[in-house]
């Protein structure tokens, strides 16, 4: 199938191509074309335009799925040899790990007009949009006069989680994704394969499925847990990324900084636990399993546990990097802030 190559390779062209503003981010002093939006809303526009005018089907990528997974593998595969090979040896590691994990942190192309970790990023959340709204279509054909709209919901939060990415695509560049990882297969895979086609395996599984009828107060309750959820994440974030680029300020007109020698904020978001926006990712993945109205399905439980999975040994792994870096401050923070994730939980 040439669908996912000619889509990969649109976002990469679109994304050197397009005008884009210029920012610094955290790892100095690299910086970024940031033009994830325009990018994203063209590539979707253009697939819209191509099914209007009847040159694509517009649920040939449901209808095709598995062959589009299996041409994102094999290009996924290339990817990461491509983009570890390329680099020197880590010392002290072995290749598996090199090629796993990376041995770039922050690599650039095209004289930085393009940046590995910002396009893997966009061409992951590009792809899937343009699954879920051909998943969404092939629901719409099959149940023309009773769709569900557990489907418009999922796709709707979906969709807002992957567009409220984009639109605060600098604040990212302050997260342990940019900050710590490198890119190699995690990230390089990750991206062209598992975000695009694993994220929304509840309507892969169920968009075959028929109306079950959800009651419109379950939905309402269902979108208010995805929405607390984004304000944990999105809230966690946004404090943190204020405090970094100007740490005097108060967090939305609101929260005054509190921190440890000025360096580790202990109030907010980060008052509550040490990772909450880990909580609210979970929260939303949740809401998005039961969206589609079928809670007793095992598909749609697979993106929670994923998030649960991934989460958790990153809350360790950052632990444990923070009290490297911080030392003393660190341990001090554990103290005022005991809890990991969940506050009185864990």
Not at 24 to 42: H, I, Q
Not at 178 to 199: N, S
Request: glycine share 8%.
């Amino acid at each position: 199938m040439l669908t996912v190559p000619v889509i990969y390779a649109a976002v990469f062209a679109l994304h050197a191509l397009l005008p884009a503003r210029r920012v610094e981010g955290y790892v100095k002093p690299l910086r970024y074309r940031l033009n994830g939006l325009a990018v994203f809303f063209a590539v979707v526009g253009l697939w819209a335009l191509a099914c209007r005018l009847d040159l694509f089907a517009w649920d040939a990528l449901y209808v095709n799925r598995w062959e589009n997974a299996a041409t994102a593998c094999v290009l996924g595969l290339a990817f990461s040899f491509a983009v570890v090979l390329r680099e020197p040896r880590v010392p002290g590691w072995s290749f598996a790990r090199e090629l796993y994990l990376g041995r770039a942190e922050n690599p650039q192309w095209l004289g930085g007009r393009v940046d590995a970790k910002m396009f893997l990023y966009l061409v992951g959340a590009t792809m899937l949009e343009l699954n879920l709204l051909s998943f969404a279509a092939w629901h719409f054909a099959k149940y023309p006069g009773d769709p569900s709209p557990g489907v418009v919901l999922y796709v709707a939060l979906f969709s807002f989680f992957l567009v409220e990415y984009l639109f605060f695509e600098r604040v990212h560049l302050y997260t342990y994704d940019f900050v710590a990882e490198r890119v190699g297969f995690k990230l390089g895979w990750g991206c062209f394969v598992f975000y695009p086609f694993f994220y929304g395996v509840g309507l892969w599984a169920l968009a075959d499925a028929p109306n079950p009828h959800t009651p419109a107060w379950a939905l309402a309750l269902v979108a208010a847990l995805f929405f607390g959820g984004w304000l944990l994440a999105r809230g966690a974030n946004l404090q943190k990324f204020f405090f970094k680029v100007a740490p005097q300020k108060k967090a939305f007109g609101l929260i005054a900084p509190e921190a440890l020698d000025g360096r580790v904020l202990v109030n907010g978001f980060w008052g509550l636990s040490r990772h909450i926006n880990y909580l609210g990712e979970l929260c939303m993945a949740s809401a998005l399993a039961l969206a589609l109205g079928y809670p007793g399905a095992w598909q749609p439980w697979l993106y929670p546990l994923y998030y649960l999975v991934l989460l958790v040994p990153r809350q360790l792994a950052d632990d444990r990097r923070c009290a490297a870096k911080y030392g003393p401050l660190w341990a001090e923070y554990v103290k005022r802030v005991p809890h990991r994730i969940v506050p009185f939980v864990y």
